[in-house]
């Protein structure tokens, strides 16, 4: 059962226009290129982004990629150096808010998820938190790393398998992505649209069935995954010399309406599922393409999609922390009834679609 999801965002907040305009400058400037950045920012459904890094700041000289007024990219491990410092400050921060909230007892935690796709070290998160917290030394430990957006559907799947093992199982979930240490300007379409949605934020998750709480709780009934035949070619994330370079192919929003969709349908009527009786959906804002293509497909109204919508607005894609995001804002802000089916999906480099259905409790 998810009892809450804490959330935490980097200190530096970037409109989208003047991160397109940042964009420019790093990718030559060329006519042709300002109007790719344009449009890529025009059409995101993003108003701002939160970054680690300064540099899309206005009048600071204290940049991560640029030195001496001149524009440079960084090594891996330069980056990955950046990472470790601000995954353990954003993490430890959401862990702390969801603590403090919750009265967690991080002594009876019995089962710690890591999640991230934008950076490595060891030993690692849980070894930092479990330290912060004193989490007990013997507590199951379990990274999901480098499976993309729909990595928290994955570490939710996990938790499920696990809860179905011991129903007295306490997990939390910890998901960080720093999409802002991978910036890549050579100027292909894949780094424009990369840089123009992406963006920085960590969330914490809590999992238990002993918990007492008068709050909205949500239940997990099923997660299910599924991969695509001949799909690699439409996402996917590669480490390079400087930094870890994205493919996201345009086909996507198409691939995502013609295949995903009709998947997502198939595997709710395996299971049981009305799709008309799932009155909320958590869909991983990857795009205001991809949430046109997931609305279109699964017949939603506009009400269904705005958890996901403004979550796009204000933070932009934050790959697998997103779709806790969106779970927060519909916990907090939406009108959650007993009962009320809700349905999350995201899509991971495969292509693979995750799904995982709660009902409300």
Request: hydrophobic content about 40%.
């Amino acid at each position: 059962m998810l009892i809450d999801i804490a959330t935490a965002l980097p200190p530096y907040k970037v409109n989208q226009s003047l991160a397109a305009s940042e964009l420019k400058k790093r990718m030559g400037g060329t006519s042709a290129i300002s109007r790719m950045i344009d449009m890529a920012a025009n059409q995101s459904g993003i108003d701002h982004r939160y970054f680690v890094v300064k540099d899309a700041e206005e009048n600071t000289s204290d940049k991560f990629y640029t030195k001496d007024g001149v524009h440079f990219s960084p090594d891996t491990k330069t980056r990955m150096t950046e990472y470790e410092k601000w995954s353990v400050y954003l993490t430890k921060k959401a862990v702390r808010e969801l603590s403090e909230k919750n009265k967690i007892d991080f002594s009876s935690i019995d089962r710690l998820i890591t999640i991230s796709c934008t950076g490595f070290f060891a030993p690692g998160l849980d070894y930092e938190l479990i330290k912060e917290f004193k989490i007990s030394p013997d507590v199951k430990r379990t990274n999901i790393g480098f499976m993309g957006c729909a990595a928290a559907l994955v570490g939710m799947n996990s938790v499920w398998e696990a809860m179905k093992q011991n129903e007295n199982e306490n997990v939390l979930m910890v998901a960080v992505e720093l999409c802002s240490l991978h910036l890549q300007v050579e100027p292909t379409r894949d780094n424009i649209l990369a840089n123009m949605i992406f963006a920085d934020g960590a969330a914490a998750a809590f999992f238990s069935k002993k918990y007492n709480s008068e709050r909205v709780k949500l239940e997990i009934q099923f997660a299910e995954s599924f991969l695509f035949e001949d799909s690699a070619k439409f996402m996917g994330w590669k480490i390079g010399n400087n930094g870890f370079e994205m493919m996201l192919s345009s086909e996507l929003p198409k691939i995502i309406l013609n295949s995903a969709a009709p998947k997502a349908k198939e595997i709710l009527v395996r299971r049981g599922i009305d799709i008309s009786s799932i009155k909320h959906w958590a869909l991983h804002p990857g795009g205001r393409a991809i949430l046109d293509s997931l609305q279109s497909g699964l017949s939603l109204s506009d009400d269904q999609l705005k958890p996901s919508r403004e979550v796009l607005k204000n933070n932009g894609n934050l790959s697998s922390v997103s779709i806790l995001f969106v779970l927060k804002n519909l916990l907090e802000n939406f009108n959650l009834k007993k009962d009320d089916y809700l349905c999350a999906i995201a899509f991971g480099p495969g292509l693979t679609i995750e799904l995982v259905l709660l009902k409300v409790v």
